[in-house]
Every structure is written in C-alpha cells, then in structure tokens.
C-alpha cells in the first residue's frame, strides 16, 4: 500500500510506503518510473526517476501532519520511507489531442 504525499510542484510527488515492499528494492536497483493519471479516457503520463528516502531527518522534514496523526507510535516510521518522484517527460491525452512536453525546474 502507498500514500501519496503533499506536493511541491508538478513534476514532483512524494509517497510513503513500507521499506520492505518490493517496490522500494526495485527502485534501488532502478530508479526510472512513470507515474499514470486517468480519468475516463484522458490521461496524463509522467516519465521520471524515484529516489527512495530512509534517512530519519529527511523523512521528518518531508513528513506531512495526516501521516503522522496516523503514526503516532514513532516506532513504527523506520518501517517506512518516502518515495520521491520526479518526472522529466509529461504525455497527455485530452479529448483526442495527444502530445508530451520536457519538464524543466
């Protein structure tokens, strides 16, 4: 099960997951991504990189206020790391217009 996290700008997306989770050993070994937006039959696509964050005092600062509501037993959070993904590519398709454009910072 992932959580997806606040949000700092269109091309990056925080998720909260388990350490253990096959994911997280996949985006070590590889950390190239897409992550997918439908709703009926437009879609939005983001090709980007996942970088797995474990270290306490990022996950602190990354954090968001719901997740830790639902953690209050801190024993539980090195259970858990952040998955940050930032895209490079974005592919849309609306209305039957298709096209993709680079995401630059």
Request: negative net charge; glycine residues 6%.
């Amino acid at each position: 099960e992932m959580e997806v996290m606040a949000n700092s700008n269109i091309r990056t997306v925080y998720f909260t997951t388990g350490i253990y989770s096959g994911k997280v050993s996949d985006f070590k070994n590889n950390t190239k991504a897409a992550l997918n937006v439908c709703l009926n039959q437009d879609c939005i696509s983001m090709i980007g990189d996942v970088k797995v964050i474990e270290h306490p005092e990022e996950k602190r600062r990354l954090w968001i206020t719901e997740r830790t509501k639902q953690l209050q037993d801190m024993k539980k959070e090195p259970l858990y790391c952040i998955l940050q993904f930032t895209g490079e590519i974005l592919y849309y398709y609306f209305d039957g217009e298709k096209g993709f454009f680079h995401l630059d910072e």
